[in-house]
């Protein structure tokens, strides 16, 4: 009995598609957007395609659609469906009509597939990271009242670092009947998600870093402020909040309190991020009491759709659409970025030196990011003297007060006696 091969190849498949996508890349050229490459390798890509996608979701498996483009078509397929509704038409129709063509589609595949094709058995690594795979790529949409709001508290986000503190946080927490979770993050000592009913986790575009003084003080010695500022700003997440706790009086924390403050608002002024201050621990957790549900207030009626980190976009309270990350995205991303780049190992090989503070090193830094660039800078002066006198006139702090040959010479033994 033979079987004839049979083909569905419908002239324009997704007619729809391309008429937005064509209005979209109009307006985008008429403004010369950057956004126009995109648009028109989108439509490119869904011209050539021969079957039908029934959402934006489905067109993500072309080339040029990222999650942007592919949430502007089910946006605009919603907002059909409600014009259609209001004319009392089927807005179902058309999909069903798209179901039944790929219905008939797959069953013609099916009917000339060979009868004695093999499938090959995945082995548990490779179905575990196909599983992984799919669920980095997967669009997640929650609609407004669909998700709850809770408040992630990092396992490691106390000064002390000991169960003793992590537990008094719990306590805090829970007697101001906020909702949370401990879990360890790679970023950050708190931070809330969105969670709906399937278990996919958005997070919300607020983080807090909280420290106490005697903590600032310590990592602005060691050179883990500027770290860890470098890897809030790179993480993604809009705004950044530094929750500083006073350690009593303030006045045995390790540095001037002068000195602190003024870190505080280069933080605010430099680095853009927001600075709140409280009088204890327990105070700190009804600030976060206060804005959990200051989010659950704003973002309840939000529709919340997961995005890359490249598409994040800022937005204002009055959004009812918010592209946001997902939370695994955030802290796969975040571990990798933990590694210091070489400019920040530089700057804490510096510190281990005698007498070297933070704003020298910060200072040599800017002249030569790497060691290998302070290398360099040796090997071009003629004699010795030159060489251990280089840093010498180097400015740094406020008052830029000279590096002195001391310390220019202690800097060159360092690097090059001890190491040759």
Not at 72 to 88: G, S
Not at 189 to 206: H, K, M, Q, T
Request: glycine letters at 4%; proline letters at 3%; one cysteine or more.
């Amino acid at each position: 009995m033979s079987i004839q091969r049979l083909e569905i190849k419908l002239e324009r498949p997704n007619a729809i598609f391309e008429s937005w996508l064509e209005k979209w890349l109009e307006e985008a050229e008429r403004k010369d957007s950057r956004s126009k490459y995109k648009l028109r390798e989108a439509l490119e890509a869904l011209k050539m395609y021969p079957l039908p996608l029934a959402s934006g979701r489905e067109c993500a498996i072309l080339r040029g659609f990222g999650s942007t483009l592919c949430n502007l078509i089910d946006e605009e397929m919603r907002q059909q469906r409600e014009k259609a509704q209001t004319i009392n038409l089927n807005s179902s129709l058309y999909e069903q009509d798209i179901k039944e063509v790929v219905e008939t589609v797959k069953k013609s595949k099916t009917k000339t597939a060979p009868a004695k094709e093999k499938t090959t058995k995945l082995t548990k690594k490779q179905q575990k990271a196909l599983e992984e795979e799919e669920a980095r790529v997967k669009q997640v949409t929650m609609s407004g009242g669909s998700f709850r709001i809770i408040l992630i508290v990092d396992t490691q986000e106390t000064s002390g670092k000991n169960k003793k503190t992590l537990d008094q946080t719990r306590g805090y927490l829970e007697s101001l009947h906020v909702e949370y979770e401990v879990r360890r993050l790679t970023v950050g000592d708190f931070l809330w998600i969105a969670r709906d009913s399937e278990g996919n986790e958005l997070v919300l575009p607020y983080i807090v870093e909280r420290k106490r003084m005697d903590d600032l003080a310590s990592s602005i010695r060691d050179g883990r402020f500027r770290e860890q500022k470098h890897r809030l700003k790179q993480c993604g997440i809009q705004h950044i909040i530094y929750l500083v706790e006073d350690y009593g009086d303030n006045e045995h924390v390790g540095l001037p309190l002068e000195n602190l403050k003024q870190a505080l608002s280069n933080t605010l002024i430099h680095n853009q991020f927001s600075i709140k201050r409280t009088e204890n621990h327990r105070r700190s957790m009804m600030y976060l009491q206060g804005m959990s549900q200051t989010l659950i207030r704003l973002y309840k009626d939000k529709v919340l759709l997961s995005c890359d980190k490249e598409d994040l976009q800022p937005h204002t309270p009055t959004q009812r659409m918010i592209g946001l990350l997902k939370f695994k995205s955030l802290y796969e991303d975040s571990a990798r970025n933990a590694l210091l780049t070489v400019r920040e190992v530089f700057v804490q090989q510096l510190l281990q030196l005698h007498s070297l503070s933070l704003e020298r090193a910060m200072a040599i830094v800017e002249l030569y990011p790497t060691p290998r660039c302070l290398m360099d800078a040796y090997d071009t002066c003629i004699t010795s003297d030159e060489a251990r006198n280089l840093l010498a006139n180097i400015r740094y702090g406020q008052l830029e007060r000279p590096m002195g040959e001391r310390i220019s010479q202690i800097i060159y033994d360092f690097y090059r006696s001890d190491f040759n």
